[in-house]
């Protein structure tokens, strides 16, 4: 079966840096986009970076120099890189799969790690 998991999330100070990790198994990982979503309380959950297969990045706006997603295919695993963290940035982080198909889009989710910024 598929799976996603998270890790590296935590408690940092503003103005730090964590590194999530989200390690995939269970499916072709080079031929999925990998994403990184984030919900905090009371807020729909939102966009904060993707990579296609052939490595195209997009991030948030809310993130754009702050944030670096990445991925290894080698090691069935995608990254994202957290610099200057605010605590605004608190939330939990959702890595996310997905890959077009003829027959449908397969789309996987992560259990979510949580991250918070705080002094």
Known sequence: QVQLVESG???VQPGGSLRLSCAASGMFFSSHAMGWYRQ??????????RITSGGTTNYADSVKGRFTISRDNAKNTA????????????AIYYCNADRPTPWGRNEYWGQGTQVTVSS
């Open 9 to 11: 999330g935590g408690l």
């Open 40 to 49: 905090a309380p009371g807020k729909e959950r939102e966009l904060v970076a």
């Open 79 to 90: 990254y994202l890189q957290m610099n200057s963290l605010k605590p605004e940035d608190t």
